[in-house]
């Protein structure tokens, strides 16, 4: 179950709109379910309007692989727990802004397949794009 259910942070609406019109595209990327929870969360107009917290856990029960893209959006008092990993793809002003999102994957969760849970998440998984992150994180505790 690793890396399966992510969560993508972005600067701007713009790019998460277009991102995810080229994630649809790509050979790879094209089997996970996107979610926009950007902006009024609509890639087209012709789509349905939904909370962004409705749209993410109706897309994570109907579908094995999805990507969240967010400007902002879930990073904080919201818990997804099955997503398994965070991709930074912005640089947060905010100290604590920062830390509420890059830690958005750490929740526990149990998988289920049928009507059991299978499958426990194992350690959260935070991609960091730009290097002047890493001395801030340098000093946090380890437990």
């Known amino acids: 179950m690793i890396l399966t ?35 009024d969360g609509k890639l087209y107009d012709d789509e349905e309007t939904m909370k962004s917290y409705d749209k993410v856990v109706k897309a994570i029960a109907e579908h094995d692989k999805t990507i969240t893209l967010s400007v902002g959006q879930l990073t904080t008092g919201i818990t997804i727990p099955e ?11 905010s100290p604590a802004l920062y830390m509420q999102a890059a830690f958005r994957a750490q929740n526990p969760c149990l998988f289920k397949k049928g009507l059991r849970a299978s499958e426990k998440k194992m350690p959260m998984y935070l991609t960091l794009t730009l290097p002047e992150h890493l001395p801030s994180l340098s000093n946090l505790p380890i437990t």
Not at 20 to 38: G, N, S
Not at 83 to 93: D, I, Q
């Open 83 to 93: 997503w398994t990993a965070v991709l930074m793809l912005s640089n947060v002003k």
């Open 5 to 39: 259910i992510h969560f993508w942070l972005l600067d701007r609406v713009e790019s998460a709109k277009k991102l995810a019109e080229k994630l649809k595209e790509h050979p790879v990327f094209c089997k996970y379910e996107i979610v926009l929870a950007a902006g």
